[in-house]
């Protein structure tokens, strides 16, 4: 959730809770009319974008290895969205400090 007043989204965000069985809400404090602001969160998300679709897979694989070890028989299936092969990795610039996201068709 972006908002701009932090009471506000975390009364939004105990409505929410209380509306739904454990849901997962995320807070991003931002005024939308502050180029500054949208620049920050703009860095936030990218960062959890990438943890979230290329470094979670390896965290989760490592958590998971002992007991998988320790069973007769076990596998690893990922499953990603078909966009991960339009787009490539560029290990020099993660961040996108330099240049755009580059998609090819």
């Known amino acids: 959730m ?8 975390n009364a939004a965000a105990d409505e929410f809770k209380s509306a739904f ?12 009319s ?8 703009a860095e936030k998300l990218k960062e959890q974008s990438f943890a979230t679709n290329h470094l979670a897979y390896f965290q ?4 998971l ?5 320790a069973a007769a028989s076990a596998r690893i299936v ?3 969205s078909q966009v991960s092969k339009l787009s490539r990795l560029n290990f020099n610039n993660l961040q996108l400090f330099h240049g755009n996201f580059v998609v090819s068709s």
């Open 2 to 9: 972006v908002c701009r007043n932090a009471e506000k989204a």
């Open 21 to 32: 069985s454990d849901p997962a809400v995320h807070i991003f404090i931002c005024d939308l």
């Open 34 to 41: 502050s180029v500054t602001g949208v620049k920050q969160l």
């Open 60 to 63: 989760l694989t490592n958590e």
């Open 65 to 69: 290895l002992p007991v998988l070890q």
């Open 78 to 80: 990922n499953v990603a």
